[in-house]
């Protein structure tokens, strides 16, 4: 069972696109039963299936038009009994839209490479992929997204900006975008894109920079070897988990326990108060070398469990800005079309017992960036760190 904690709720990877919520990956199916009578099973939730029912009926049997689409109504049902949860990391995929949350979770998807975060206003550009359609037309983080083609965009949701941007390799899509004070159209062809989770480099007086873009199915196996690859002569590591929504919370502690020699990692607690702890697996290998893990208001989730565990456990300080605050996980059931209902069924809590829900992390050192724009691009060394003034902070405290 693989549980997910990242962020869906907020900063989102386009695709054109989902990106990354929190959560855990369950593979675990509900009965291959329709959703209502499953809920009629249950009486302790005391929903009125009943009432339900009938209101299906009547619509069946009155709506002016007769061409009713049974799906949208099916679909449209569930995505209202997730909303009156007033939870916004529920929530309910349709068939297609859970086939791209599985495949982004794989690194690999098609669309324009962007990371969006979403408000009541125009979706904002917190970050582009490296080497992505995006990327190569010029987009910036703190650039909005206006209009999709001929579809002004503000207010949209994830799913809607998904369905907007995003489509077939090769096809083009066409932005507009404000950027401060200008607006102007951009046109973008579509690619299959692959998603990197971690990346290196090694920097400075012989540090090893590692960064983390999303805790994904590939994030456990990949950092290991990038950390074993950059350890020699090494005498400290950044880890830089800025804008990381999140993942799989079991890359989360194979991550933490590179680090940490034994111990808890955090904990998970149910609706029933039941704890779930999770421990370092006991074969780190970098238990003792100088770490400092960077982060800001866009680091959630499974990346908040990976630095404040580090940061619990005195094996790391962290620098940056006080941090998302997602200590929930998600829980993925697989409906009988297809579907997926992606619901909140545990929350997370730190070795020490803390929890970071609405609260975020506090840095050891706090550092602000001028531009999202100044942070170091690993994927272009040679363009150097001089304007990451996070970054600069970090190897100052690795120097002591």
Do not use: C
């Not at 993942?247 to 940490?260: K, L, P, Q």
């Not at 059931?333 to 975020?360: E, M, S």
């Amino acid at each position: 069972m693989k549980l997910r904690a990242a962020r869906w709720g907020g900063a989102f990877l386009v695709v054109a696109v989902l990106g990354f919520v929190s959560g855990l990956y369950v593979d675990q199916a509900f009965p291959a039963s329709p959703f209502v009578p499953y809920l009629a099973q249950h009486s302790v939730g005391r929903v009125n299936t009943t009432e339900l029912q009938q209101a299906i009926q009547v619509i069946q049997a009155n709506y002016v038009d007769k061409n009713l689409d049974a799906t949208k109504l099916s679909q449209g049902t569930v995505q209202g009994l997730v909303a009156a949860l007033s939870d916004p990391f529920s929530a309910y995929y349709n068939p297609a839209a859970f086939k791209k949350l599985q495949d982004s979770l794989q690194g690999q998807y098609s669309g324009v490479g962007i990371y969006l975060t979403f408000s009541a206003g125009y979706p904002v550009i917190t970050g582009t992929l490296p080497d992505s359609p995006a990327s190569k037309a010029g987009l910036l983080a703190g650039d909005q997204i206006v209009k999709v083609g001929s579809q002004d965009m503000k207010g949209v949701t994830a799913a809607q900006a998904t369905a907007a941007i995003q489509g077939p390799n090769g096809t083009k899509v066409t932005l507009t975008i404000g950027r401060g004070t200008t607006t102007f159209t951009v046109t973008i062809t579509r690619a299959e894109i692959v998603v990197p989770s971690v990346r290196s480099a090694v920097i400075g007086n012989h540090v090893l920079y590692l960064r983390i873009y999303q805790f994904g199915g590939n994030t456990s196996t990949e950092f290991a070897k990038a950390l074993s690859d950059g350890l020699k002569g090494a005498k400290g590591v950044v880890l830089d988990l800025r804008d990381d929504p999140g993942g799989y919370i079991s890359a989360a502690n194979d991550v933490i326990s590179e680090f940490v020699k034994s111990g808890e990692t955090f904990e998970l607690r149910d609706r029933n108060g039941s704890v779930d702890r999770s421990t370092a697996n006991g074969q780190p290998e970098a238990p003792t070398l100088p770490l400092v893990v960077l982060v800001n208001g866009n680091s959630a989730s499974a990346s908040e469990i990976t630095a404040g565990s580090l940061q619990v456990h005195q094996r790391a300080k962290l620098v940056g800005t006080t941090t998302y605050g997602k200590g929930s996980v998600q829980l993925d059931f697989p409906l009988a079309d297809g579907a997926d209902l992606h619901l909140t069924i545990k929350r997370w809590y730190l070795p020490n017992g803390v929890t970071i829900d609405h609260k975020g992390l506090t840095p050891d050192i706090t550092v602000t960036l001028a531009s999202p724009n100044d942070e170091f691009d690993v994927t272009k060394p040679a363009d150097g760190f001089a304007k990451d003034t996070q970054l600069n902070a970090a190897l100052t405290a690795l120097a002591g």
